[in-house]
């Protein structure tokens, strides 16, 4: 394996994560709402249910799970409108929030909630990389604190999800694979990948680009291996958190 040996903020190792601050309980009045911060990204995940459901699931025993995603006008270096202003949702605004629904269903009993409908809600407060992997991470925290929440009112007889999930960025800078990207390292990234992965390390989804070149079957083997290792590194700071409670 090439290690790149550009200097990274905070003197990081090529394989080592960002510096990882999780804040539950947010907001003061949802159980399930999280603030994560992963390096200078932050990002606020929410989870919220409503009794009811899509009517392509009305009279079944199933529930459903959906996300939004959204980034505030100055969480980015230049100010973005918002895409409420504009009157339409971004491509990528639209491809995040699906990324994210997918990744939490994936580890979901959607039978084990009711007819009922979870609302995962990322609202990107500082944005410098990572914003999608870093909404998973966070949302799956989020949505453990609802489901705890609901279990102590005796509205589930159990916490109906199957496995962890967390998701990490792994790229090919300078020549060299690096964990975790901020967006200095990323913006000038050769090749750009992000693994959604459970705690047991089973993939959910592999999103990979080559930017300026292509890139061979051993680096993505390198990249995955080092992206397991985020994942595992993730899923160790999940379960301290939660406590092992599910």
């Known amino acids: 394996m090439i290690i790149s040996m550009i200097e990274r ?33 932050i990002v606020l995940c929410c989870a919220s249910i409503e009794e009811k459901v899509p009517s392509f699931l009305k009279n079944t025993p199933q529930g459903w799970l959906t996300a939004e995603y959204s980034m505030l006008p100055m969480s980015s270096r230049i100010r973005t409108p918002r895409e409420a202003a504009r009157g339409k949702i971004g491509g990528r605004t639209h491809e995040i929030q699906r990324l994210i629904g997918r990744s939490l269903r994936a580890v979901v009993d959607l039978k084990g909630f009711g007819e009922r409908t979870i609302y995962i809600d990322c609202d990107v407060i500082q944005a410098d990389g990572g914003t999608r992997t870093a909404s998973i991470t966070g949302s799956f925290l989020a949505l453990a604190y609802l489901f705890t ?10 916490i109906p999800i199957n496995d962890y999930v967390s998701a990490v960025s792994v790229g090919i800078v300078n020549n060299g694979i690096l964990l975790d990207l901020d967006y200095a390292e990323d913006s000038r990234a050769a090749v750009d990948m992000n693994f959604v992965m459970t705690g047991q390390g089973k993939f959910i989804e592999v999103q990979g680009t080559a930017e300026t070149g292509a890139f061979d079957r ?11 290792r985020g994942i595992q590194d993730l899923n160790l700071i999940q379960r301290g958190i939660l406590r092992n409670a599910i």
Do not use: C, F
């Not at 051993?218 to 397991?228: G, H």
């Open 9 to 41: 903020k905070g003197n990081r190792s090529w394989d080592q994560l960002r510096k990882v601050k999780i804040e539950q309980n947010y907001l003061r009045h949802h159980p399930g709402s999280v603030l994560i911060e992963m390096g200078e990204t």
């Open 149 to 158: 929440d609901m279990k102590n009112r005796d509205l589930i007889p159990k």
């Open 218 to 228: 051993t680096q993505l083997s390198e990249m995955t291996d080092l992206a397991s």
